[in-house]
């Protein structure tokens, strides 16, 4: 790996970053019921010098040009066409063993998901939320670096609030001491709502975009949403929320749990599942989805 690959991608793993997650938000009642959170192994102390580095990396290059330089390049979906299954073949190659938490494959992982949500009853296209909701980090495997993939999500355009991780490196973005950009509501107007914010470039964003033709505004809220954590755990940007944008968040909040906490070594059934999810992904998709 070159230098440069390495000081990109200082994760192990991009799953690195969810278990990350685990340690600062570690309650899910409505999912964690009975579960020990304690299971979900610490890294130690270098690893998590890893997570920080990453974060250093996101809050420098995540600007405001370069989240419309990314929208500009991906969101002519001119980088493959695929089925469903061949993304996630694609996506699959994405497994590290570094992960301390589970050897599972991404769509075992995301199987993993969208089966909690079906055990507890929830519509059937929250489902297939679950199963779609990382998806965009075949982002990673078109040769963008993990801080341009992974991570938590937030407005770029405005000034960045105190409230996100490790905010103290946003110091060293070029945002943060433009006029135009580093205002409470930059280049946006006071409740403007979210569809009119521009958020950091990553696997929510190009999600959401892919499957904003074919699912129900709650699972397009869902997709963007999910690692919106300066929102939904901080309230950090209600200053830009139209009504729609606060009624909505209730099925993102809804949705969070279930991807926080629904990792397990328990491999899901996929030869008995298959036939379930083909169904599902028929009843909402096309034959091939555009990349």
Same mark, same amino acid.
């Given at each position: 790996m070159s230098n440069l690959a390495q000081t990109s991608n200082p994760l192990t793993s991009l799953d690195e970053w969810e278990d990350d997650l685990l340690t600062r938000y570690p309650d899910? +009642? !409505? &999912?964690a019921a009975g579960r020990d959170t304690a299971e979900y192994r610490n890294y130690e102390a270098e690893l998590k010098d890893s997570v920080r580095e990453f974060y250093r990396l996101q809050h420098i290059n995540q600007t405001y040009d370069f989240v419309l330089e990314k929208k500009a390049q991906y969101l002519k979906f001119e980088k493959a066409e695929m089925t469903v299954w061949e993304a996630f073949d694609f996506l699959n190659q994405l497994v590290d063993d570094s %992960?301390?938490?589970t050897d599972l494959d991404q769509l075992q992982h995301l199987l993993q998901t969208s089966e909690a949500i079906r055990a507890d009853g929830r519509p059937d296209w929250m489902v297939l939320t679950g199963l779609f909701h990382d998806l965009g980090k075949v982002l990673c495997l078109f040769g963008e670096p993990q801080w341009a993939v992974v991570g938590d999500s937030y407005p770029v355009g405005c000034a960045f609030s105190d409230k996100i991780v490790f905010a103290e490196y946003f110091k060293d973005n070029k945002d943060h001491y433009d006029p135009r950009y580093n205002t409470k509501y930059g280049v946006y107007e006071p409740n403007c709502g979210l569809d009119n914010v521009n958020m950091t470039w990553?696997?929510? +964003? $190009? &999600?959401?975009? &892919? =499957?904003? #033709?074919y699912l129900p505004i709650e699972a397009l809220y869902m997709l963007r949403y999910h690692s919106f954590y300066p929102?939904?755990?901080e309230n950090a940007y209600s200053h830009l =929320?139209?009504? %729609?944008d606060h009624r909505l968040f209730k099925a993102v909040n809804q949705f969070n749990p279930y991807d926080l906490y629904s990792k397990s070594p328990v491999v899901p059934d996929w030869k008995k599942l298959r036939p $379930? $999810? +083909? %169904?599902?992904? !028929?009843?909402?998709? #096309? !034959?091939?989805l555009k990349f």
């Open positions: 899910a +009642e !409505a &999912i %992960d301390p938490d990553g696997h929510d +964003e $190009y &999600i959401y975009h &892919i =499957m904003k #033709p929102q939904h755990r =929320m139209a009504a %729609d $379930y $999810y +083909e %169904d599902l992904v !028929a009843k909402y998709l #096309p !034959a091939t």
